[in-house]
Structures are given as structure tokens and as C-alpha cells.
């Protein structure tokens, strides 16, 4: 009769785990390298915005304003002589502190509603989601001016009112997620061993679903900088003199045709990093999909 | 006879189909499980064959309790498991275990094959550091996984050696009675004898009882001690397992193995196959009196009115048709 | 007589991140007209890529077919263009899918998805089509053809969409119906109503079937020859009678010895074939059976065996069996 020989030799692939896998396949993109590669350059740049140039954004250079680039002023100054450049520096760090604060309460509050919504199902995933389905329903913008309204002016109310608006959008995602992850065996099993909800959600769920998550959240990020960018030009983001990129847009466009470059600087700054930030969420979404793996 | 483990008492799951956004009315049932009890032996397997739809995977998880049953009683160590609350069960969960069907499914992606194995160890903090590594090497190397392998994900192993990770995990606890959801019906069939083989061995080293649920009917003949035949969620037929195979009552059974095809061309060419007609009804809408009825070749005038009792035909030989005066109420 | 369809020396390979997977790898076998043959093997042995071949489905750019030649009725249809290859395909060669819900169009009525052949190979217009399918639908044994015609795949049951696959596969009466594997997903009772279903369409028109499965039994009951796969290559084939009496390859003797038999009594253990089947981006040197078998000699890791014949009209690949021994088959 047939002797048995190495009965279990695995398979001799490379051996990693999943998201070893996912980055190596992100690291295949080059777009999406390009993208992160923009993101890391600009925050370090905005965080060593004073090393780079000696202007603050709120100085003033009543003498020299409205000049076009020049040696002196890289990018020109604006009606009140304030350096360009430099407030295009500074104003990165309010867009990707905008982008960050606001996902961390956006994911702060969709995560365990949405995680909720979905494990328990039944009626508490009604009530949670017509709620969710009512906010859905107003345009996104209005509920925020209502918000700052209400809440005040300051930056961290902006970040509180984008988040607070935010979240229902992860909140779907998770309950989906969680839900379609709900029915697999490997949570029958953990259920067979003992385990309750809490633990399986934490454990089992939470982490599989990670993957949209994580594409969502960068998705989010343009769009928070770009809805700020949006109340900065309506007059009620960001207070003047902290620079936003949405502000510095604004007072460019009313003078779009004598000095197009006021315009054109900060506009184009806002395109990049979004082009960025999708780059980097489209290549996540490709690197992260299990189905694209072999 | 050997003591027994498990005993189930009419069991039945029914679950509601509703109509509606905000008030939910129901409008039927769907009939997965209507009413089925036996008894599991300490070291014995129960096989239970049926095809799809007829309720075998929602009662083996009935009897866990990952489906809370609609009525009925599933008895263990004295005490009924429906009356229990989750919480009351997870000292329980220890003696009772699982194995699935689908080795992919069945195993979370992200955990390392140690976390798999280990994890109801964990979860009811039995072992900590090198005496879990430990007791996570010996399950390997009972399953036939070489204990190096401990590191590796899911995705790096075929489907026979996660079915083996499968079956470690189940064993981790030491328990009395796992239930296996077709254990081998996604594998190879070169495979497929391996694993079979593995679960014998177990059951010798550790009198573990197994409720074997398949489809594949040659399988269930080689593992089984006795045999449940279900069909839309009703019993057919119960019986020792040779007795069975060479006697079948049920004109269902006698169906069934008629449709098993004989890897033997020589046997296929005298064989005469018993085709049954039409579809498996719908479990929301049962035929009346007997289910098997509309399909039935041997059915009679008195089959849609009258229900069967599953009832001892002689031998310990359990059948639910009219054909045989036990099953008349 | 030529055979109908004639494959010879396929070699089909998919290039993925990893390398390249030699899935079909020299791969031949002929169809007579009107024969059922049947590709057994296991998952991963190549049967349904080259099947899948045949048709030119392979999935591309991934997927190849790197050489050899396939002629239906003395063309090659490898050669055709790809509008060639369309009119081929439904209308000469079609095929029956393992799994009917996901190779139905979920949005297409069931009447619709059957004379869209029609449609395109006959140049039917939509009602004749409608109708011929309703046709074709009462052929295959679906109650009330005329209402069901209009209902969409998920209001059909698992058999009934097999059917339904079953009508849109004869349609426009191919000469070769390709089942690959038509039924896995459904059960035993169902599995008998759906084979008994082809044989007779096939046997009334004269029609050639491969059938691809790995279940022994099937194969038993309705092939007349049988090809074993595994690994990409053919291992051995013959008449069913031959191959299952008398296996002249030690997996074939393997597969048949695992698998645990209604008709005969019961054994105490079974007896599995050790181990796995091979990588098939690095497959090893010499047979590629050689880690699982308990017959190897020396020359089973040196070279590929190639398929010769040991008993008339009975062809294996294997060291061993070609110097006349064959320990592994049982003494009747």
C-alpha cells in the first residue's frame, strides 16, 4: 500500500499576511505612490513651514502687495502684501488638520453606530438607520453652517461640525460591512467556542472590515478639505488671519482677471492634494480587495 | 448501550417571513426543522443525510444554539440548552464544538494559524505563554499540520489542511460532541479520505460523538453508527447504520440510494435508477399529510391526508410512512 | 471516421504575480460523434481550463493558450478569428456551467438568455425566439414553459436553473455539449433527474458530450471512455470498463480505492491518497504524481512519462506501469 510522504510540505510562496500582501501590491502603484508620496512632502512641509520661509502668514507688507512672483515673494503677495507662498504653507497645515481631526470624530462616532447597527440588527438597526437615512436626507453644507451656528466659531468647532455631518456615511459602511461579515462561519465558530458579541465584533468583525473603511476614510479627507475650503470662501470657515487654502481662493477669484496668479496658486494647490488623496484612496481600494490578490 | 450525550425532544425552528417597513406582519413560515428527536451515544456518530433544504444544517445548529430553536429541547449533562441564556452557555460551549463545511470560510483570514487553534483557548482563558504554545503544537501534530506552520495564515494552506485547522480548533476544548457541517463535501475527493480517516482516528483516541451531517451518502455509510434520513425538515427514517444501507424503508432512502451513482461501470449498467419527479417543495408551503407525498412513487390515496409517525417498524428500525402499519396513528 | 473534435497537445498557462501556472500542460484526446467521454480529476488538474480552451474562454491577458491545436470537424479553431470563433460558439460547441447563478444573467428574462443564440446563430426575431425557448423549456422538463418563460433566474430553483442552462447549451443543436461539472451544486435526486435529462437529449440527437467531474460514480454510469487528469496532464485513459477494472496508473488506482462504495462491504479505514497535488508554477522534475505514490522507481524523477499504450486501446503515463507491473491493482 502507498506510504505516505511528506504529506504536509505547504506551499513554497513567499509568506505574508494580508496586509503585508496589500502593501506590497500599493507599492506596485505608482500613482497611488505619487499621491502619498505628495501628501508626506506636503505635511512635512507644513510642519516645517517656518524652516522653509522666513515670512508669517499673518505679515503684512502694506509696501509690496499685490506683486507677482519674484524672487523675493515666490509666489507673490495678496491685497495686504502677506506672503503667498507662505500662507499656502501654513494654510496646508489647517487643510490636513482639517482632513485628519475631522475623520477621527467622523470614525469615532460612525464606527460604533455603524457597528451596532449592523451586530444587533433587528430594531435597533431600524432606528439607527432611519436616523441615518433623516440626515442623509438634508445637503450636507446647510447642516453645517446650521452647525457652526450653533456650535461657535473656532476651528475646533469646524472640526466638530464637518465630523459631526460626516460620520453617517461610515456608519452605512460599517453596518454593511459588518452585516455581509455577520453570516460567515468564522463567526458561527467563534460563537460555538463561547464568544459573545463584543468580543466577535472587536475580534472579527471590526477588523475585516477594515478594508472599505480605511478606502473611505481617504476619500473622506478631500472632500472635508474641500467643504472647508468651501465655508472658508463663503466667510465661514476658518477665521482670518489663520490661512486657508479656501480664503486665499475667495480673494483671488475677485480678482481673477487683473491678478490671475492669486487665483491660481491656491487653486491649483487644492486640486493637487485632492488628486492626491484620491490617487492614494483608489490604489488602497485596489491593494486592499481580496479579490485582486492572485 | 453507551450512556447518552445529547437528546433532542421535538425540536423545531421556524423562521418567519414579514412583510412591511415599520410593522412587521408575518405572512408565513418557513418550516426549516417541524419536529425531530433522537438520542447521541457517548463515541458514536449519527449520521444525518437529507438533501438541501430539508433542515439538517439549521438542526445541527439548533442543537448549538447558534439558532435559538422556535419549541422543543435539546438535553445536556441534565439541562436543557433552549432555557439557557448565552451567557449560561459559554461554560457549556467547551463540550460542545463545530467543524464546517468550507474551509475558507470557516477561518478568519486574518488570524495566523495559532490564533485559530488557540483562540477558544483564549477565549475561555485556560492556558497563557508556553503551555499554550504547547498545547497549540500538540493539536497540530494530531491533526497531521507540522507545528512550524503554527505562523502562517489561512490563505497559505490548501483546503484539506484548513479543514485540519478546522478540526484542531474543535478539539482544543476537549469535547464531548462535535457537530460536523458537511466536513468534507468542499474537498478533493483524494482528500476527502484523509480527513474521514482523521476523524475516526480521533474518535477512537478521545470517544468523542459526532453528528455527521452530509449529503454524500457512501461517506455517511463508512463513518456512521446510525443513520437519521430527513427530508423538509421532517424524519424519515432513523436506523442503525447496516441496517439501512441493506434494508431501506422509506421509499425516500430507497430513492436516494438508488441516485448514488457506483464508481463501477460494470454495476452501473444493470442498475436500475429509481428518478424522482418534480422539485423539493418549499419549506414555507409543506404538502400535506405526508410530505414526501408529490414525489413519492409508491404514494396512495390516504398520503396527503394523514401524517405519518415516525415509529419502530421493528429492530429499532424508525420510519415515518404509511406504508408500514406502525407509522398509522 | 475523423473524430469530431480532436485536441491535441494543448498548453494552456496563466501568467499571475507568482509565475507562470502551467494549468493545462500538453493535454490531447479525441470525441467521436455522438460519444460521451468524461475528464476526471481533481480541482486544479486543468480539466475545465481545457475545456475552457476548446471554446477560447480562457481568461485573458492572464490566460494563454500557448500552443498546440484543436480541430472540430478538421478546422482548427484555434486558427479562427474571433468572429469566427463567436458563430462557433452556442451554435457548433456549447457548454453547460457548474454554477447556473452566477452564469445566468440576473437582469435577462430565462426566455430572453435562450434565444439570444437563436437570435444571433439562427437570425430568429425575439418572438420566434420566445417561442422556441418555451419550446426547449418543456423539453427540459419545466412545468408551465409558457409562463416560466418570462420569469428571471432568481425566481428558478437550483435544478431548475440547471435546466434552464440545459436548453440554452441545445438550443441551437451544437454537436458537442461541453457539462462542466453541471451537478456539483445540486443534489443527489436532482444531480440523477439532470444526467438522465442529457443522456437522452444526446443519445436522440447524436450528439457529442464531454463531461468534465471528479465524481467517479458519474463517470461511471454515463462515459463510455474516460481521460484521468492530473496536474495539467492526461494520466491515463481508456474505456471506463478498462480504467476502472483495471487502472493502469497507481492515482488512478488511488482515487478509486479512497472512495468508499455503496455496493460493497464496508472497510475499516479508507485509503486515502497522502499528501497534496503539486505546485503548478514549479512543478517537480519527472512525474509529477511521484510525492504521493507508493510505486516509485528511479527513473519517476528523472523523466515525464509519456501517455503509451499498456493494454490495446488503454493508455497510461507512467514508469512503472510501462515496464508491465501494476502491484497496485487488485487480484480479481
Known amino acids: 500500500m502507498a506510504i505516505a510522504i511528506k504529506s504536509t510540505k505547504a506551499f513554497e510562496r513567499p509568506h505574508h499576511s494580508l496586509w ?49 512672483p519674484s524672487w523675493k515673494h515666490w509666489m507673490g503677495t495678496d491685497q495686504l502684501g502677506r506672503d503667498t507662498f507662505a500662507r499656502l504653507l501654513y494654510g496646508a497645515r489647517t487643510s490636513l488638520a482639517v482632513g485628519i481631526f475631522t475623520q477621527f470624530i467622523v470614525i469615532c462616532i460612525g464606527l460604533p453606530v455603524g457597528a451596532s447597527a449592523g451586530y444587533m440588527g433587528g430594531r435597533v438597526d431600524n432606528y439607527i438607520m432611519r436616523f441615518v437615512d433623516i440626515m442623509y436626507a438634508f445637503p450636507d453644507i446647510l447642516l453645517i453652517i446650521l452647525l457652526r451656528s450653533v456650535l461657535g466659531g473656532s476651528i ?139 | 448501550m453507551a450512556e447518552i450525550v445529547i437528546e433532542v425532544n421535538n425540536l423545531a425552528k421556524y423562521f418567519p417571513v414579514t412583510r412591511g417597513i415599520f410593522r412587521r406582519k408575518k405572512i408565513a413560515d418557513v418550516k426549516a426543522v417541524d419536529g425531530v428527536s433522537f438520542t447521541i451515544h457517548k463515541g458514536e456518530t449519527l449520521g444525518l443525510v437529507g438533501e438541501s433544504g430539508c433542515g439538517k444544517t439549521t438542526l445541527g445548529k439548533c442543537i448549538l444554539q447558534l439558532y435559538r430553536p422556535t419549541s422543543g429541547e435539546v438535553i445536556f449533562e441534565g439541562k436543557d440548552l433552549c432555557e439557557m441564556s448565552d451567557k449560561e452557555l459559554v461554560p457549556v460551549r467547551q463540550k460542545l464544538q463545530v467543524i464546517f463545511q468550507d474551509p475558507y470560510d470557516s477561518l478568519d483570514p486574518r488570524f495566523t494559524a495559532l490564533d485559530i487553534i488557540g483562540e477558544p483557548l483564549q477565549i475561555h482563558k485556560i492556558s497563557k505563554g508556553k503551555e499554550y504554545n504547547d498545547r497549540v503544537a500538540e493539536l ?68 468523542v460523538a459526532y453528528l455527521f451531517i452530509s449529503h454524500d451518502l457512501s461517506v455517511v455509510r463508512h463513518i456512521s453508527d446510525r443513520v437519521i434520513v430527513m427530508y423538509l425538515g421532517k424524519v424519515m427514517e432513523i436506523s442503525n447504520r447496516d441496517e439501512l444501507y441493506k434494508n431501506p424503508l422509506h421509499p425516500y432512502t430507497q430513492a436516494l440510494l438508488s441516485a448514488v451513482p457506483i464508481p463501477d461501470p460494470a454495476v452501473e449498467m444493470n442498475r436500475e435508477v429509481i428518478v424522482l419527479q418534480g422539485e423539493v417543495p418549499s419549506p414555507m408551503n409543506p404538502p400535506t399529510g405526508c410530505v414526501f407525498h408529490p414525489r413519492c412513487y409508491r404514494a396512495f390515496k390516504d398520503c396527503p391526508k394523514i401524517i405519518p409517525l415516525l415509529a419502530d417498524a421493528g429492530g429499532g428500525h424508525q420510519v415515518a410512512c404509511l406504508l408500514y402499519k406502525t407509522s398509522w396513528p | 471516421m475523423t473524430p469530431l473534435l480532436q485536441v491535441r497537445n494543448i498548453k494552456t498557462y496563466f501568467h499571475t504575480q507568482d509565475g507562470v501556472v502551467k494549468a493545462v500542460d500538453g493535454v490531447s484526446y479525441d470525441v467521436e460523434r455522438g460519444e460521451t467521454i468524461a475528464l476526471v480529476g481533481e480541482s486544479g488538474c486543468g480539466k475545465t481550463v481545457s475545456a475552457l480552451s476548446i471554446l477560447r474562454l480562457v481568461a485573458e491577458p492572464a490566460g494563454k493558450i500557448m500552443s498546440g491545436e484543436i480541430l472540430f470537424d478538421k478546422v482548427d479553431l484555434l486558427k479562427l478569428s474571433d468572429e469566427e470563433m463567436r458563430k462557433m460558439r452556442g451554435a457548433k460547441i456549447s457548454i453547460i456551467f457548474q454554477e447556473p447563478l452566477t452564469s445566468l444573467n440576473p437582469v435577462l428574462t430565462i426566455g430572453r438568455q435562450i434565444s439570444e443564440g437563436l437570435e444571433f446563430h439562427k437570425n430568429m426575431s425575439v418572438p420566434e425566439g420566445m417561442q422556441e425557448a418555451t419550446r426547449l423549456l418543456k423539453l427540459v422538463g419545466i412545468p408551465h414553459p409558457e409562463r416560466r418563460v418570462y420569469d428571471y433566474p432568481h425566481q428558478f430553483s437550483g435544478g431548475m436553473r440547471q435546466r434552464a442552462m440545459i436548453a440554452i447549451a441545445i438550443a441551437c443543436q451544437p454537436q458537442l455539449i461541453i457539462a462542466d461539472e453541471p451537478t456539483t451544486v445540486v443534489d443527489v435526486t436532482i444531480q440523477a433527474q439532470l444526467l438522465e435529462l442529457i443522456k437522452n437529449i444526446t443519445k436522440e440527437h447524436n450528439t457529442s458530450l464531454i463531461l468534465i ?102 493508455y497510461a503515463a507512467c514508469c512503472v506501469s510501462q515496464k508491465g507491473s501494476r502491484q497496485w491493482q487488485k487480484s480479481s
Open chain 1, 20 to 68: 503585508g500582501d496589500a502593501i506590497v501590491r500599493l507599492r506596485r502603484n505608482y500613482f497611488a505612490m505619487i499621491g502619498l508620496g505628495f501628501i508626506v512632502l506636503l505635511a512635512i512641509a507644513a510642519i516645517c513651514a517656518p524652516l522653509i520661509t522666513h515670512y508669517g502668514f499673518a505679515d503684512q507688507h502694506l509696501t509690496e502687495i499685490l506683486q507677482g
Open chain 1, 156 to 294: 475646533y468647532m469646524l472640526f466638530l461640525a464637518i465630523g459631526l455631518v460626516g460620520w453617517v456615511n461610515i456608519a452605512r459602511l460599517v453596518r454593511g460591512q459588518i452585516m455581509s461579515l455577520k453570516s460567515r462561519d468564522y463567526i458561527s465558530a467563534a460563537k460555538a467556542m463561547g464568544g459573545m458579541g463584543r468580543y466577535i465584533t472587536w475580534r472579527h468583525l471590526l477588523p475585516n472590515s477594515l478594508g472599505p473603511i480605511i478606502v473611505s476614510v481617504t476619500f473622506n479627507v478631500p472632500r472635508a478639505i474641500f467643504t472647508e475650503a468651501a465655508l472658508s470662501y463663503i466667510g465661514i470657515g476658518v477665521k482670518p488671519p489663520t490661512p486657508s487654502w479656501g480664503a486665499m481662493i475667495q480673494d483671488g477669484f475677485n480678482l481673477i482677471f487683473s491678478k490671475p496668479y492669486m487665483l491660481l496658486f491656491p487653486a491649483i494647490a487644492l486640486a493637487l492634494l485632492m488628486l492626491a488623496f484620491t490617487f492614494l484612496g483608489d490604489g488602497l481600494r485596489d491593494a486592499l480587495d481580496p479579490k485582486l490578490r492572485r
Open chain 2, 140 to 207: 497540530m501534530n494530531l491533526v497531521g499540520l507540522a507545528p512550524y506552520m503554527a505562523e502562517r495564515y489561512p490563505h497559505e494552506f490548501s483546503g484539506g489542511q484548513r479543514q485540519r485547522l478546522g478540526i484542531a480548533r474543535a478539539l482544543a476544548l476537549q469535547p464531548e460532541f462535535i457537530m460536523c457541517d458537511e466536513p468534507i463535501s468542499a474537498l478533493d475527493v483524494s482528500i476527502q479520505a484523509q480527513i474521514i480517516n482523521l476523524l475516526d482516528d480521533l474518535q477512537q483516541k478521545f470517544g
Open chain 3, 213 to 314: 467531474t471528479h465524481n467517479l460514480g458519474i463517470v461511471a454510469r454515463y462515459a463510455k471512455r474516460v481521460f484521468v487528469m492530473y496536474a495539467g496532464n492526461i494520466v491515463e485513459y481508456g474505456s471506463a470498463m478498462d480504467v476502472y477494472h483495471s487502472p493502469c496508473h497507481p492515482y488512478t488506482a488511488g482515487l478509486l480505492a479512497s472512495v468508499p462504495r455503496l455496493d460493497e462491504p464496508r472497510k475499516t479505514r479508507l485509503q486515502p491518497i497522502e499528501g497534496q497535488p503539486p505546485d503548478l508554477i514549479a512543478p517537480p522534475m519527472g512525474c509529477s504524481f511521484q510525492d504521493r505514490c507508493g510505486y516509485c522507481i528511479g527513473e519517476c524523477q528523472k523523466e515525464t512519462p509519456h501517455l503509451s499504450e499498456v493494454t490495446p486501446n488503454h
